[in-house]
Nanobody
């Protein structure tokens, strides 16, 4: 199993930036894909970005080149650099890991989830 802990959320004005981090522990070697998801009040959880073990990335259409997903060399920390933030980006952001497969930013295959970090853009 993989344990995930997010950090880096907060409140920022529109146009600002935040960098989310996700620390992974446990059976990390089995992780095939990691991703960021978000859920706003009253809305369903949606995929934001994913990165496979070979470095291939995928982004949701609404990212529009504003966000960048990355992992450190040890693959124990996942990042999401968010620039040009908009009020519509306000949500709880979750880190997730898949030990099986990735399908773009679909949540299918992701079996391990963090508790989330709140991002508020005003």
């Amino acid at each position: 199993d993989v344990q995930l802990v997010e950090s880096g959320g907060g409140s920022v004005q529109a146009g600002g930036s935040l960098r989310l981090s996700c620390a992974a522990s446990g059976y990390i070697a089995s992780t095939y894909c990691m991703g960021w998801f978000r859920q706003a009040p009253g809305k369903e959880r949606e995929g934001v970005a994913s990165i496979e073990s070979n470095g291939r990335t995928a982004y949701a259409y609404f990212v529009k080149g504003r966000f960048t997903i990355s992992r450190d060399k040890t693959k124990t920390t996942l990042y999401l650099q968010m620039n040009s933030l908009e009020p519509e980006d306000t949500a709880m952001y979750y880190c997730a890991a898949s030990q099986t497969f990735c399908s773009g930013v679909s949540p299918r295959g992701f079996g391990s989830w963090g508790q989330g970090t709140q991002v508020t853009v005003s």
